[in-house]
């Protein structure tokens, strides 16, 4: 249930300024989390090599070493850590920025506590339910569980995220999801909105696409997208 305490989740919030940290910090530990602080993107960076956590709450701006990097720098290492990025701004621009590097979710400032821990209880839910079968459309294959997919004799890493999208896709194929569809099978019921989509899409592209003559994530104008191989493309 939702207005059930956590059981122990360890939150890492990475926060530089003081009222914001502590008033997560205070929320998160009545509701059962063990919650650990950084106030700067090096600190962050250091604790995150040397202990596990189960969630992470990063802030977009951090002095030091800005939450971006530290995102960057996680993800390169093959951390999989669910990651809330809290930010100030909400363009488009930070969006594509912060799923690029491998944020999971997005939440702008200023937030209710309550918002914060619902987007977090959803990391973890989708995190848990992964599942251990492959999925493969023409010479795209996607291993949900190491969240890796392969594309010729491209190979890559995906966030938990790009995971949930492109099985989404791909299960569909060579049908079209529309924009709806798809923020409830990324997000759930909470959190994600048509920009966050577009950004998303936008960060898979550049995985699954770019190397490539002929795409696959194909839009739908005004109404979503699809998946198909380039032998169902004819011309287009």
């Known amino acids: 249930m939702a207005n059930e305490p956590a059981t122990g989740l360890r939150v890492l919030v990475v926060e530089d300024q003081r009222d914001i940290a502590e008033n997560v910090w205070d929320y998160l530990e009545r509701r059962g989390y063990e919650v650990d602080h950084a106030h700067d993107g090096v600190t962050a960076t250091r604790l995150l090599e040397l202990t596990s956590f189960d969630l992470i709450v990063l802030d977009l701006g951090l002095p030091r070493l800005d939450g971006i990097e530290v995102c960057r720098q996680l993800r390169k290492r093959g951390g999989s850590t669910p990651v809330l990025m809290l930010t100030a701004r909400d363009t488009l621009e930070d969006k594509l ?3 690029e590097v491998g944020a ?3 939440l702008t ?3 209710a506590l309550e918002e914060l821990e619902a987007r977090l209880r959803n990391l973890i839910r989708r995190t848990r339910r992964r599942e251990m079968t492959g999925l493969v459309i023409g010479d795209l294959r996607l291993d949900q569980a190491a969240q890796q997919f392969e594309r010729g004799r491209q190979r890559g890493q995906l966030t938990p995220l790009q995971v949930r999208l492109l099985a989404a896709l791909m299960r569909a194929s060579p049908n079209v999801l529309r924009h709806a569809e798809l923020v409830t099978a990324v997000w759930g019921t909470e959190g994600g909105d048509s920009t966050a989509l577009h950004g998303l899409v936008h960060s898979l592209r550049q995985l699954i696409d770019r ?6 994530l194909l839009s739908v104008h005004g109404i979503g997208y699809r998946l198909l191989q380039p032998a169902d493309q004819g011309d287009a």
Do not use: E, T
């Open 104 to 106: 999971d979710d997005y």
């Open 97 to 99: 920025l912060g799923f």
């Open 109 to 111: 400032k200023p937030f």
């Open 211 to 216: 190397p490539f003559k002929h795409a696959m």
